[in-house]
């Protein structure tokens, strides 16, 4: 028994509430067991640099987390005045992922900007702030066809990620939480799209390692918890494609 | 009447919302009209090299605001690397007035870290760090005293901060919104204990300037909106001095 | 009696140097007590981005000390490769007093940049700074009328700034040098101009705290500080406004 | 057919120079086609601070390009005065991959410091760095156990990384150079022991994505080079585990 | 003809006037033609970390200019956050001169902190530099000596430094000011003692060069100007030597 | 004898292995004793601001050394975030001499980039870095040729540097290895032309001098060591200067 209880392939509660804050073209709290991540999804009506004239848009991520999201206060990084690497991974890899499921020619020589704050964590907050970034993300682009920044929704799957691990006690187990996490040793972020493809898997074994068994049990925990996971975003954003469809029927 | 409604010595619609987050010591998010901020305080149990084997505490601020707590997004400081005057100032403010109403020695040879993250901003986002900020930290103490890390509350007096300015149309206001503030040419943040007495005022008049009525009107408008938030506090908190005569008494 | 044998409501000896680093446009060494500022105004032909092609003027202000400027050697700000929160607090008030009696349009798209250098501390330095860059920057611009880059000196009043403070034995005093203000537990830097108009109020009681009746007696000694400050300036720059009448009636 | 002429299971030539750099514990060229990186390794008789009193080391890993290694000048990090997020990445995934075949507690409060730099670069860098840095360490550690340093050599496996993909034109491929790797959809880096075992998978799609028969056919591949690259370890190092057989049986 | 009408070995005229600032060990203003540099002693009872323990002291140097003591306002490094590298070479070369001439073991664990700033630039800032640090470092030894921290005083030579240059026009000239020095092709900074000993020579000809009888020519103009500015020195300070001779037959 | 058996004007085995990184326009790995310099030289199309619209090219250097080059690792300036004043000094130095052989006039609006990065070091880095980088920048400047950048080699004359030193026990002596340099107390640089005209003398004696004597010998001793480096050079590039007449009489 795991120790809130769960199931081995059982994911935490999952809320997303959409419109959290006002200002943003797309906002989002979601929150994952007591994990809660602010995901805002801001447009920009310019790319960066090594895009510019390519008719392409582009979307970038930031992430960070309150100094308090953690049990220790984690000093600020704008006090530090640099962003750890552990920071930019995560960035990197929020863009890396929302950009596998966006049309970025169809938005033109814009620049989404998400940015995702954890201001509680406990445990998956990278996959959280993924899962929730992509529902900010087409709030946002939601607003821009509105405002006929774009003729139709550019987005070309539902998008989700999660983690798994093998606990020493538990074995292979689906959304690992802090305590648990802490005392893993291999552990997995997958990001899938909603036709069971991956976008990415990043799998670790610090101190530890994995064969192709457990590679294999991981990898369907996971699956089975980005179905779940796009059940929640379908709730909140309704069905994307046969929405587009009528979309683009005009 | 001013953008809202409002009369000239209205506060907005004030909340103060307690054990916000679950990590630290105290928590609050604090509301007012469509200013939202998250004030944390934790306890650290050792101080600032300059203040070493003095047998006193220290209190120091934290503020940042999430990129979209603004209307257009703003650059996070941990990006650029490096923290804003503005920043500095209202952290050095924040700093200033909670340790006017804190017994240091009291608290001995520790910190308490204050960070006051804006998640939306309408204006007044310092003054209602520090009104939040107090809150949190009575909280923080208030475990202190559970603990037996102090053996009475160690506070003086009740806290609570306001803005006040002079509009071009609406006269002398109590408690501006972005856009009377940005509007209005001479502002005035103001901090008062319980005791009506100040702790810091700090008025400005960019491309204006105001004389002695004009100063007087625009002190007894931040009077009584101090008044005000001090009775949203001591719902939140109970009356703190009588429960500290017992507390002493034991 | 104060330390040096002043009066509560008496300034330190002042004196304005005129023309005392040759290159700058306008260069004034300000002395007061012992506080010894260069205050050199430079004029460039252009604007931050933020005001291109508003066909206005800008005037920001740098302030810095030399490291043996105090008792003890301060580490020198570029070592330290970043400012701190107490300079970047000076510079911004320093740059907002001067914007205040300056028409920014009649000075074209031009910026003002002040240097403010401390080269010997003895407390008040941000206040001397203050009146001593004013009369740099009416030197600067009237080097400006000579050729023909504005057509008349466009300086709306006098300004000048002061600091008073509760002492806990001396009470309400006047200018307080190092000695007075390291004890002092109010203190408050008052900038007016020369229409006995507010600019600028910073008081904070740091661990103290200061009620109505002693604010207006801060507010008095500092309005009598300023009068004798503004005849200095005049004894240096003769009467600007009679002066600039003739300039107008060319 | 590959642009170079390879099968799609072919690594390109690898060769590993031992003793390269005169100063180091432990020091190699690695060659991988025209990929070359120089990895050193150095002892340090001290742990970083999380690590102190818990008589246990630690390994740590830079990375970086010379500016020219690249087709076009790649601005220096030490001149922009920080360390982009890919090196970051690459630093971080070195440094585990390494500890995951050390056994910490044997090399005492020591640090082994890699440091991979890259002299030319033609495609997989990371994963040469891995390879390189895995026999520069074991040249170290030998040297630490002449020195008495340690007593055995506290090796659990053979390490070797390679990157494979999937290519719009050859399909899955092994050992990806710059060419391929710059028009690959899907890129995976893996990294495993001598038992098989993964001790990282980071396989990624960016604006593409790969299903699960890929994915078997990518593992596939990588295993196959990985036991290549290990032949080349043992040609360099000869066969460590019947020496450190003997080592333990003293 | 020289712009100045000096003869090609005439120095400018040269004041040092002591005791400038009031609150360091040693201070001066030297004055050198146009060129002004404030230079302050202060002496710090510890050493840099990588002499601790080895009983003799240490001596560094820092070098600014105001923003204003050139023609054209140069931007402040603690704005840019870093220090030039011409600021370091300079910082560098006063630091060696001064330790050329100090009995480093005599002064015990100390460090002697030379601050040098220019407030008015018009060529040989560096080597004026030196020459003032030299005085203000011998009075904060004096000072040192009065205080009971050094039992004689610890200087081996008078030391002095000029520039010397070869001018297209004017041919080998002594004591380069800013006009003649940026139509100079070779310039040259010479540091001596009062032994006739080159403490440090550094010639550069960017875009020309300097034959042997060229070197010949100004090693001789800097040595007749280094005689000159020692007798500058000995007019504040007397004659150390003798000086020296009665304190250490006590 | 000195350490390693070389006369008193010897050099060190110098080898200049050309075309030694595929990528950059030149590139050498210069060899003397066993200091080992890579020297890559790329062409950019475009200058810097300050040279814009002058119809003239630049020269710029970078210098780096690997951590492990040394005996003991050093700290990256990556990671530190900034370049020491060491390294700024090797770099301006290196620049400053390159441009003083290269007609900049010739070569347009181009920048060419020279990168030292010394990978194995044992004295002598700084003139290793220039010599080599002659070299790389002839190669690269013969590959503009090539590519119709320049009509002709804009040579003006070889380039080589050496290092010089008064040792406490073998005297004067040529191309100090780091042994010697470390107990050396005058150590010189010097960089000559092939028309043994000096572009840079750069002399130091820290806590020691040298007097007139003892400069002639080292100057002596240095001018010997440079013609053979140029020797080295012509060995690699070929006579450049008949080549050169034969281009410009086209």
């Known amino acids: 028994m795991r120790p809130d209880g769960r199931a081995s392939d059982e994911l935490r509660s999952?809320?997303?509430?959409?419109?959290?804050?006002?200002?943003?073209?797309?906002?989002?709290l979601i929150t994952?067991?007591?994990?809660?991540?602010?995901?805002?999804?801001?447009?920009?009506?310019?790319?960066?640099?090594?895009?510019?004239?390519?008719?392409?848009?582009?979307?970038?991520?930031?992430?960070?987390?309150?100094?308090?999201?953690?049990?220790?206060?984690?000093?600020r990084e704008s006090s530090k005045g640099k962003v750890t690497g552990r920071t930019m991974e995560i960035q990197r890899l929020i863009g890396r992922a929302l950009r596998s499921v966006v049309d970025l020619q169809a938005i033109g020589e814009r620049t989404i900007w998400i940015d995702c704050d954890v201001i509680q964590a406990d445990g998956g907050t990278r996959t959280a702030s993924i899962t929730g970034a992509f529902v900010a993300m087409v709030l946002a682009l939601r607003r821009a066809q509105e405002r006929k920044q774009v003729n139709h929704l550019p987005i070309k799957s539902y998008l989700a990620a999660t983690s798994v691990g093998i606990h020493p006690v538990y074995g292979p187990v689906l959304d690992l939480c802090y305590k648990e996490d802490s005392t893993t040793d291999v552990d997995m972020n997958i990001v899938m799209n909603g036709h069971d493809e991956y976008i990415e898997i990043q799998g670790t074994g610090e101190e530890a390692t994995f064969n192709e068994n457990e590679l294999a049990d991981l990898l369907g925990l996971a699956k089975k918890g980005i179905h779940e996971l796009i059940e929640v975003e379908k709730a909140v954003l309704g069905d994307l494609f046969n929405e587009q469809k009528v979309g683009s029927s005009k």
Chains 1, 2, 3, 4, 5, 6 share one sequence.
């Open 32 to 75: 994952i067991g007591r994990t809660k991540v602010i995901c805002n999804a801001s447009i920009e009506d310019r790319v960066p640099p090594f895009l510019r004239g390519q008719k392409k848009g582009w979307i970038t991520a930031e992430y960070s987390m309150l100094p308090r999201a953690t049990p220790e206060r984690t000093i």
């Open 14 to 28: 999952v809320q997303i509430q959409p419109d959290f804050i006002i200002h943003p073209e797309g906002s989002v």
